[in-house]
């Protein structure tokens, strides 16, 4: 199951104080950090093919691990084929139940014939103009016929019960279907957005089992610092705002930043502030946003920031 990582933010010590220059206050320090997608896998089955390395940019829907599933696609052919038989047997029950309609409609006709001649025979036997043993025949053939609508009427009520019976088979089969063809897809890992390899746990021939990590995806796109702030300096920092961004590796150059969250929440100082004292205190978390478009900023590597 792909799963989203939210912003991590390791962040180290709150401080105020200038980082040499007066126009550019020091702020804060924090490390960097972006958006990270473990993905795994959703099948189980031998890996057969692993198409991503570790540096490597994807692209969204791009397949990095192709899953054995083999077996899944001979049962669905298994399945299809009970599918077809019922087809078939749909067919012969359709042509049944057209034989018994129209036997219902021969029977009905023949029906409506006797017992026009039962009421004209009775009308002439109260007459006396019909003998009795004449009227009774008549009225055996009527039973006789009512007997035959009768058998064919509770025919067509099973052909009926039956078409309803393969109906609700081949609902089964067809669900059956879906959730194989959607089993055998989850055999094919694809990427589930544009970003960078980060972190690669598979290789070719392994198995695969449904949770267990193929990769780590993340988007170096932008990257986020997160500094914490004491309250003081809260009331200075507004969202949208500008922030310069200073690294070792460019001491002779400053990134701009853009504030993209304040925490509404103060929070005691993280852990690895390095004095107690300072590990004590309420501050609030703020993220600045900074374009990374050329690599030049890594995950964990630390920053300061001077927010305008």
Known sequence: MNKTIPYLTITIAVAAGCLGNEEQPFTGSGTFETHEIRVS?????????????????????????????????????????????????????????????????????ALDNIRKTRDRLASLYGQGAATRDRLDAVETEFDVASSKLKAAENQLAGLKAKKGSIGASREKISASLSLLDYQIGKGTVTSPSDGTIIEKFVEQGELAVPG??????????????VIYVSEEMLGAIKLGARALIHIDSHPEKSFDGTITWISQEAEFTPKNVQTKDSRVDLVYAVKITVDNSEGIFKIGMPADAAVE
């Open 212 to 225: 267990t990590p193929i990769c780590t995806l993340a988007d170096l796109s932008t990257m986020n610092l």
């Open 41 to 109: 896998a959703q099948s189980s089955g031998e890996l057969m093919r692993v198409s991503f390395e570790e540096g490597k940019n994807v692209q969204k829907g791009q397949v990095l691990a192709e899953i054995d599933v083999e077996s899944l696609r001979l049962q669905r052919a298994v399945t299809a084929a009970g599918l077809d038989e019922l087809s078939w047997s749909e067919k012969s029950v359709d042509r049944e139940i057209a034989a018994a309609q129209e036997t219902i409609k021969q029977a009905g006709a």
